[in-house]
């Protein structure tokens, strides 16, 4: 059958299995509008305040439920606004799909009414990116780039179509199952599949010298420690991680992208490593002999002074992607793969071992915090988990992350959502609504943000308020950027320089403006009474807590020092 450019285009996102999409519709899409308009019996759009939340909604939405996102905006500004979303799903690789309009070719080059060259722009945050010249290229490109995006180490692909290439018509022939696979070269760089069949029987082949020493460096370590990373999660070996962890006998560290992967709940798991790292994930860090990390791009967040990182250990690394081999830690050996794959081989040569001592030692580092009656950020993610132990959690970026990340027990894959490598404020309430409608059950999600993160994204509550999207927002006002305020105070001589937040809004009368309900809190009872309430109605609402503007994220290693060096305890 004959289309246009348009139509295919969302001819294929219901072919890909996407049912939702999110956007903010401008000239150079018009007709990508058009049809959504006509299909909107097949297709979902959510339509964001703003390109940028768009973006980190598709991510959000990705992160959550480990299907490929869909973005649309229009050229020019609409474009330009997300070259945020796309360069933070890089750096977490996330799997989104991004489509924009741009003007027609025959005006490309000539500074056109809102033209920009998106694709070029973008090339250095994408996992691969399309500027498709010609409509009869449309579908495969379409169907290559989901592709791309999810297969391997999924990240980012962006398609940049012309106006005149979404009016051109040409024949469209649907397709489905094994068809829907492009006819890639195994050879091309964004062609990497978990292996199966034959080319898992070559795999095996050539990666049996490399899982020989592996399982040999095991056998001689008297304190291994398992670093897990979001390539775990990413690649589903959760199951077989543990398994590992349980056969070598040793406990688990974690990335803040790996953060359930291994439920908080496991005697093993020790939480997350680095600056704000737990004592006994850093510490063992420092002790180990052997560190096999899987899944990890070892960030400088992470490793501290990267020179007096794992000093003792000798380092197993495994990792789909070689980029990240021997880039930012020295190995001694390494094992390029899928990390399922990969730990599914070496389970099959791995005896099983006994390191009591060690263990013990691992565990007796863990401390525990008194119980207090003191309304603060551990108290009150606690009352969260209380409530709701399995709920999807969605961070800005600041203090209030790693209060989430060191107090929430995360008891699952993928229910945290957060920004790690790039560390966007203003990621949160997009990413929120992302995860909220992934979820088929409608149940609701959690974001924690500060008051100055929260400031870049409010104008999404007409979003929520509108499709009546169950995100449940917990602002920590502190009346400050905390984490800069933090530095400040540690390392600039108390100097704030423009952190005080000393302005509006209301928070409140701003809820109530949108239509919502908002609680403002200042106690423990009070919080637990409120969360459980938004909790149990599913409903969008806001809830504000009230923060000292001094409340530290402790513990805490200065940048550049040993991550056993803690500056703040």
Not at 138 to 158: M, Q
Not at 429 to 446: E, F, H, I, K, N
């Amino acid at each position: 059958m004959k289309l246009n450019g348009a139509a295919i285009l969302i001819e294929c996102l219901i072919e890909q299995g996407v049912g939702t999409v999110f956007g903010f519709p401008g000239g150079a899409v018009l007709p990508i509008y058009d049809e959504l308009y006509k299909r909107q019996d097949r297709i979902h759009h959510v339509l964001t305040a703003h390109e940028q939340h768009a973006g980190h909604a598709a991510d959000g939405y990705a992160r959550a439920s480990g299907r490929t996102g869909v973005c649309i905006a229009t050229s020019g500004p609409g474009a330009t606004n997300l070259v945020t979303p796309i360069a933070t799903a890089y750096m977490d690789s996330s799997p989104v799909v991004f489509i924009t309009g741009n003007v027609p070719q025959s005006l490309m080059g000539t500074d056109s009414f809102q033209e920009a060259d998106i694709s070029g722009m973008t090339m250095p945050v994408t996992k691969h990116n399309y500027l498709v010249t010609s409509v009869e290229r449309l579908a495969d490109t379409l169907r290559e780039a989901f592709y791309i995006a999810a297969s391997g180490r999924p990240g980012p692909v962006l398609i940049d179509i012309p106006k005149d290439v979404q009016i051109a018509e040409t024949e469209y022939e649907p397709v489905s199952g094994d068809a829907l696979i492009p006819k890639l070269s195994m050879k091309h760089p964004m062609a990497q599949l978990r292996p199966e069949g034959e080319a898992l029987e070559r795999y095996k082949t050539k990666a049996e010298p490399r899982l020989e020493r592996a399982a040999q460096l095991i056998a001689e370590a008297h304190r291994p420690l398992i670093y897990c990373g979001g390539g775990v999660i990413l690649s589903g070996a959760e199951k077989e991680l543990l398994a590992l962890a349980e056969r070598v006998d040793a406990p688990i560290a974690s990335t803040l992208m790996g953060l359930g992967a291994v439920p908080a709940s496991n005697p093993r798991m020790l939480g997350m490593l680095g600056m704000h790292g737990t004592h006994a994930a850093n510490i063992a860090m420092q002790c180990c002999d052997l560190l096999v990390a899987v899944g990890v791009r070892f960030s400088d967040r992470a490793l501290g002074k990267a020179a007096a990182f794992a000093p003792n250990a000798k380092v197993l690394h495994i990792d789909i992607d070689r980029a990240e081999i021997n880039k930012n830690v020295s190995t001694t050996l390494h094992i390029t793969g899928d990390a399922r794959v990969v730990l599914e081989l070496l389970l099959t040569r791995v005896a099983q071992k006994h390191h009591t001592q060690w263990m013990q030692q691992a565990r007796s580092m863990i401390e525990e915090y008194l119980s207090d009656e003191l309304f603060e950020p551990r108290k009150i993610l606690g009352a969260m988990a209380k409530t709701a132990p399995e709920m999807t959690v969605a961070t800005d970026v600041g203090q209030h992350q790693m209060w989430t990340a060191q107090h929430f027990p995360f008891l699952r894959p993928r229910q945290l959502i957060s920004s790690g490598g790039l560390g966007t404020m203003g990621f949160g309430l997009g990413a929120a609504m992302g995860a909220a409608a992934s979820d088929p059950q409608g149940r609701p999600v959690a974001l924690v943000t500060g008051d100055g993160s929260f400031r870049m994204n409010l104008t999404e509550l007409s979003t929520i308020a509108y499709y009546g999207i169950p995100v449940i927002i917990v602002i920590f006002n502190n009346g400050t950027l905390g984490m800069v305020r933090q530095w400040q105070t540690l390392f600039f001589g108390h100097r704030y320089s423009q952190t005080t937040l000393d302005r509006g809004p209301d928070f409140m009368k701003l809820a109530e403006a949108y239509g919502l309900e908002g609680t403002r809190v200042e106690t423990m009872e009070a919080f637990s009474q409120a969360f459980e309430r938004a909790y149990r109605a599913g409903r969008p609402c806001l809830i504000e807590c009230m923060l000292d503007i001094d409340e530290m994220v402790a513990p805490m290693v200065a940048p550049g020092s040993p991550i056993d060096s803690f500056c703040l305890n």
